[in-house]
């Protein structure tokens, strides 16, 4: 069997492909790929052209940028990331079917999963919280123990790792 | 229609052996014989081969 490239592995991941890619697959993710890039097109344009007019008329060029910086970053994580989650599902991409045998250990897997991006939200989010608390006071160690860093944590990491594992358990088909 | 189906089952073929034979997924070979995706050339040729036919017996329409 060929071993997987990285270039690959990560059209694989960023498309949520499941199983070969096959040219169904590869042609409805380039057709996705090609809708999300005139997407990110016109939005890009549209926000420098108004971050640049805001600069322009108040001279205030950090809020401008932030405006910039925050609208694109949100609208690729949230828009153009949605859609590709919303079209993956609609053309069956990220389907995972298994036989009815195996359906057991495809939830389990599925459930494992979702536990490990979890715990990777988890560690990244806490270290985060803890260097974000560090700018408005207290030395970043400090924050690594106090209380409050672990709040977000506790809240947020429960729900996403729950919100995908019903992703990822939707994912698999059982083969009629 | 084409006739993918039909040949399929001539052959005592599941969805998923064709699949497997050719290298693509048995949802590309569901989606190929409803009609809903229209495949390359490449891949219509690998699916004569596998079932022992031609491209016309395969895909060919009457015009009406």
């Known amino acids: 069997m060929m071993k997987e490239t990285i270039s690959a592995k990560i059209f694989k991941q960023f ?18 790929g090609n ?8 939005f890009n344009t549209v926000a420098v052209l108004i971050a640049t007019i805001i600069a322009l008329t108040t001279n ?3 809020s401008a940028f932030m405006i910039l910086a925050s609208s694109i970053f949100i609208f690729t994580v949230f828009v153009a990331g949605s859609y590709v989650i919303y079209a993956g599902h ?6 995972q079917e298994v036989e009815p ?6 939830y389990r897997q599925a459930i494992l999963k979702s536990l490990k991006a979890g715990l990777v939200l988890g560690v990244i989010e806490y270290f985060l919280n803890a260097y ?34 019903i992703v990822y358990c939707r994912r698999i088909k059982k083969v009629k | 229609m084409n006739n993918v189906r039909k ?11 064709l699949a497997k034979k050719i290298g693509v997924a048995r949802q590309t070979i569901n989606l190929i014989e409803n009609d809903k995706y ?27």
């Open chain 1, 15 to 32: 498309y949520n492909l499941s199983g070969p890619v096959d040219e169904y697959k590869r042609t409805q993710a380039h057709a996705i």
């Open chain 1, 35 to 42: 809708t999300v890039a005139i997407m990110l097109y016109w």
């Open chain 1, 60 to 62: 205030d060029y950090l």
């Open chain 1, 90 to 95: 609609k053309h069956h991409l990220a389907d």
């Open chain 1, 101 to 106: 045998v195996d359906l057991h250990a495809a």
């Open chain 1, 132 to 165: 974000l608390l560090s700018l408005h006071g207290a030395t970043f160690t400090t924050q690594l123990t106090n209380p409050i860093t672990l709040v977000p944590v506790v809240i947020y990491v429960p729900i996403f790792t729950i919100w995908m594992a």
């Open chain 2, 7 to 17: 040949y399929r089952k001539q052959k005592n073929f599941s969805q998923l052996e």
């Open chain 2, 38 to 64: 229209n495949p390359t050339l490449e891949l219509c040729l690998r699916l004569a081969w596998a079932l022992d036919t031609d491209l016309n017996s395969l895909f060919w329409e009457e015009k009406e």
